[in-house]
């Protein structure tokens, strides 16, 4: 039996309700535990839309004033951590709403005027991605910066090169620095791209259909920095295609990352010792006290389960949604949020522990010239003595061999031995089995030479 002696809890909706919504429900469907973070985009779409309302003459000169005041007013109370959140209202735009008209009565209960909760979200969430778009953007070109340093700093620095992480051929570390620096570049460029379908605006399309009311959308849209305005009110309002490329392409960054946590791990253990990661981005083990692992790296390999994860989310949440707003689209803001804040720690942790890392430049020559890395020179060599390539293939690969059998580098081989293998080889063969010389001699755009690597540098840097 509904109990008629009990008045219902307020709520901004409750006209046409008979009984009071069961607190299972209401723990249920109330979003502002998590969506309280839009806020400050609450905020500012309110105030563009009550001047917007006044610039029409649907408000008052007076009413815009109190509005404008009283949210201003509110969000100094959020920011300072003094508003009292009301899981009974649902979400930030109902508590915003009814703290607005306590404070300063009628003139709060208009603000909600040819607008519907369904534009007001779809709104704050691309007025928050977009700011979290040029934050993530800043902290990829950031990072991108970082790398064009080591790269200059290590362009002599020789490692082996990896295929099948089998040593392939020598290469500059700097030419590694630079190719995860074209890994984020691209993330940027992606993001920039994306920013240009979040940064339009579906305010104006109320619930799902527009509104009766004389609104001039061009104000709004000027007055947030929308570059356009959505113009079909039910795509505006059920549109979270932006939210799904965000996170897409956020998962391509922390798989970019992920790549290169992989990397670092290896680099930093013992066997390879390639880099020494400085022990403020380390953490030690329990129990063996000689441990020093490369716990962010590791992390963030991990974290990058969680981002891919949200995409997958956003995803399904959105498959088989009819037109136009659903509730299903509460869902989004929890994955949304925490891609963008995993994606951001995860850059602002890792750029500046690459920078720091000492590279081992001695362990990375000496690993560079074992697994007979300079064998395609050796073949290039006979090429250039005349051989078809594909005879100078087979002789390094008994030179090879030999080498292996003997346990000995192409290097050593002694020259009598190797032109028994193939009379074209002569005694200038060892300049070319030197890691020096195979990575200098790659000298065009894009090659490994070290010459190469410094001119990409300065290419950046002045482009
Ligand atoms: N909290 C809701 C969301 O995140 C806001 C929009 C709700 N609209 C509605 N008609 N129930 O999507």
Redesign the pocket.
């Known amino acids: 039996m509904p109990d008629t002696n009990t008045p219902p809890p307020a709520k901004l909706w409750d006209g046409r309700f008979d009984e009071a919504t069961d607190p299972l429900v209401e723990a249920f469907t109330e979003?502002v535990s998590f969506?309280a973070r839009l806020a400050p985009y609450d905020i500012q779409g309110s105030i563009a839309h009550a001047t917007m309302l006044g610039r029409v003459g649907i408000l008052s000169a007076e009413e815009v004033t109190a509005i404008t005041d009283g949210l201003n007013a509110i969000a100094g109370e959020i920011s300072a951590g003094d508003f009292v959140w009301k899981p009974a209202l649902?979400?930030?735009?109902m508590n915003i709403e009814q703290a607005l008209t306590d404070r300063i009565g009628d003139a709060g209960k208009k603000l909600h005027t040819a607008r519907?909760?369904?534009d007001?979200?779809a709104t704050d969430i691309r007025l928050f991605l977009r700011d979290a778009v040029d934050q993530t953007i800043a902290a990829l070109n950031s990072f991108a910066d970082t790398l064009l340093d080591v790269a200059e700093r290590e362009a002599d620095t020789i490692v082996p090169g990896h295929t099948h992480l089998q040593v392939a051929q020598p290469v500059s570390f700097g030419h590694h620095m630079l190719a995860w620096r074209a890994m984020l570049l691209r993330d940027a460029e992606r993001l920039a791209d994306c920013r240009k379908r979040i940064n339009r605006m579906p305010l104006g399309s109320a619930?799902l259909a527009g509104t009766p009311h004389p609104i001039d959308r061009s104000i709004t849209c000027d007055l947030l920095g929308f570059d356009s305005i959505i113009d079909n009110s039910l795509d505006a309002v059920s549109d979270r295609d932006f939210a799904i490329e965000f996170c897409s392409a956020a998962s391509l960054i922390m798989v970019h990352l992920s790549r290169m946590s992989e990397e670092l791990i290896l680099w930093a253990s013992a066997p390879f010792g390639f880099v020494e990661l400085p022990d403020r981005f380390c953490t030690g083990s329990s129990i063996m006290p000689q441990k020093k692992n490369p716990d962010i790296a590791e992390l963030v390999r991990g974290k990058s389960g969680r981002v891919i994860g949200s995409l997958q989310s956003l995803l399904v949440i959105m498959k088989g949604q009819p037109l136009a707003?659903n509730?299903d689209?509460?869902e989004?803001?929890e994955p949304l949020f925490d891609t963008v804040d995993t994606v951001l720690r995860s850059l602002h942790v890792f750029a500046p522990m690459v920078g720091a890392m000492a590279v081992k430049r001695e362990r990375c020559l000496a690993a560079a010239a074992q697994g007979f890395s300079t064998a395609t020179d050796l073949a290039d060599y006979l090429v250039i003595k005349g051989v078809p390539f594909r005879d100078a293939h087979s002789i390094v690969g008994r030179c090879v061999r030999l080498a292996t059998d003997r346990g000995c580098d192409l290097a050593e081989l002694p020259l009598t031995e190797m032109q028994a293998i193939s009379d074209a080889i002569s005694d200038d063969v060892f300049d070319v089995l030197t890691v020096e010389g195979s990575v200098a001699a790659r000298d065009h755009i894009g090659g490994t030479a070290p010459a190469q690597v410094r001119a990409a540098v300065q290419r950046a840097r002045s482009g």
């Open positions: 979003s969506d649902e979400d930030v735009h519907s909760r369904n007001q979200v619930a707003y509730r689209n509460q989004d803001k």
